[in-house]
């Protein structure tokens, strides 16, 4: 079946800008991660979502980002009032739930962000 | 909190040679250590598991073994090609949902 596909896969806006960007996961999976990785360095954790439990928002940056999961399948990653340090590749990724198989995160291939 | 190492420097090696990436930990030992490969403009894509109970695994060319004395995974391509030439990931799991990855060590296996 397919794999993880992002959308946009690229986005330039303006500072100050709000944008949205959006995961839909490999069907059936029921965890949900959002990464975001900068030039150059590893990625970095944001939020984490797994079935209907409350998502884990602990790796969010600041209150400018927010994330959603509608009905345990689509996500949308919304970035408020852009900043020039937000530019960076927006990674999705999705696996089977903890504790089953190799908890195997499969990526989709990323959004890249330029705010000007 | 958890600290990853991965040499940053980009690791150039000779096709048919075998290519060792280091990963070293500062802190706890995780439950699981996952190694993925990352292609430019691309998502990363796992590779190979290995489990705080495992010394070693292997996978065709891929061989990543795992010392919690040391805190240190190493992963081995034997008798690389230049389709190797990638950056790749480690990425610790304490055994919960929450990953923590490393920066990545880009190798380039030159023909």
């Known amino acids: 079946g397919a794999g993880v596909s992002q959308s946009p896969s690229n986005k330039v806006t303006e500072k100050g800008k709000d944008v949205e960007l959006r995961c839909d996961p490999i069907?059936?999976?029921?965890?949900l991660y959002w990464y975001r990785q900068s030039l150059g360095q590893g990625l970095e954790f944001l939020i984490y979502?797994?079935?209907?439990?409350?998502?884990?928002k602990s790796g969010l940056p600041s209150d400018r980002f927010s994330a959603e999961r509608t009905g345990g399948s689509v996500s949308t990653l919304t970035i408020q009032r852009t900043q020039q340090e937000d530019s960076a590749v927006y990674l999705c990724?999705?696996?089977?739930?903890?504790?089953?198989?190799?908890?195997?995160?499969?990526f989709g291939p990323g959004t890249r962000l330029t705010v000007l | 909190s958890q600290k990853i190492e991965q040499n940053s420097e980009a690791l150039n090696i000779q096709e048919g040679k075998t290519a060792t990436l280091t990963c070293n930990y500062t802190?706890?030992?995780?439950?699981?250590l996952q190694w993925y490969r990352q292609d430019p403009g691309r998502g990363p894509v796992f590779l190979l598991l290995i489990r705080e109970n495992e010394k070693e695994k292997r996978k065709e060319r891929l061989k990543v073994t795992f010392d919690t004395t040391l805190k240190q995974s190493l992963f081995h391509i034997t008798a690389s090609q230049p389709a190797d030439s990638a950056t790749y990931l480690c990425a610790l799991d304490r055994g919960t949902y929450k990953y923590i990855f490393g920066t990545g060590t880009r190798l380039k296996v030159l023909a």
């Open positions: 069907s059936g999976h029921t965890a």
């Open positions: 979502f797994q079935g209907n439990s409350a998502p884990d």
């Open positions: 802190n706890y030992s995780p439950a699981y």
């Open positions: 990724a999705s696996s089977l739930p903890p504790g089953l198989m190799y908890n195997e995160q499969f």
